[in-house]
């Protein structure tokens, strides 16, 4: 058996201040941080041994895998960033306030884009250029998602550089956002899209999966 854990990053500066953040770059707050302390005691409680770190290139996740890595006593293992497990990026919605959108938008508008699988919220007229990014071809560099595209890209993710460490049963930790590891929940209870609208990930909340070789969920635990 291989296990995978799943840890939304500790809350930023845009969770405490209701702001739709998704590429845009910030930081944990002083809760966020204690977050992810936690988060690695949970861990740490559970006596969990990795192999290797993942999270996405923005920083209040980065830094949650840091705290959390170190928490546990693993901080030489191995920690791999891609974009490709950075939070669903919210288009020309980045940098909001969600009651404002709410105003500008209506309120059901916005609730569409928040929980729908397949609504887009407004685009960028340009993708923003950001060095992190530049290797990132430009034809597929977002300038907004739905929930559904998240999903698409996440799986590349998993399928290309997770799922065959599992499969040698090495037990992952992967430190990302609420949207991408809602994907991947979607993707491991295979559960419908009206029923994703339900499903909520706290800051800092470590989910256990745990996988047979078929990579066939086994168990499933919060911690």
Do not use: C
Request: overall charge positive; charged content about 25%.
């Amino acid at each position: 058996m291989n296990k995978l854990v799943l840890v939304r990053h500790g809350e930023s500066t845009s969770n405490r201040d209701n702001i739709f953040t998704g590429w845009n770059d910030v930081s944990l707050t002083e809760k966020g941080i204690k977050q992810a302390v936690q988060a690695g005691n949970k861990i740490k409680d559970a006596q969990i041994e990795f192999s290797e770190i993942h999270t996405s290139l923005l920083a209040r996740a980065i830094e949650t895998a840091y705290i959390i890595a170190d928490t546990i006593d693993q901080s030489y293992l191995p920690i791999y960033k891609s974009w490709r497990l950075n939070e669903r990026h919210y288009g020309a919605l980045r940098g909001i306030n969600k009651n404002e959108a709410r105003k500008l938008y209506g309120k059901d508008k916005v609730a569409q884009w928040r929980r729908s699988l397949y609504a887009i919220p407004p685009l960028l007229s340009n993708p923003t250029f950001d060095r992190r990014y530049q290797n990132v071809p430009q034809d597929i560099r977002p300038r907004g998602e739905s929930l559904e595209m998240s999903l698409k890209r996440v799986l590349i993710y998993f399928e290309d550089d997770i799922a065959p460490k599992l499969r040698q049963n090495q037990n992952i930790l992967l430190v990302a956002h609420g949207s991408t590891i809602r994907v991947l929940i979607k993707y491991f209870d295979q559960i419908t899209g009206d029923e994703l609208d339900g499903v909520k990930v706290g800051n800092g909340s470590p989910i256990v999966y745990e996988f047979n070789h078929q990579l066939e969920v086994v168990d499933k635990e919060f911690l």
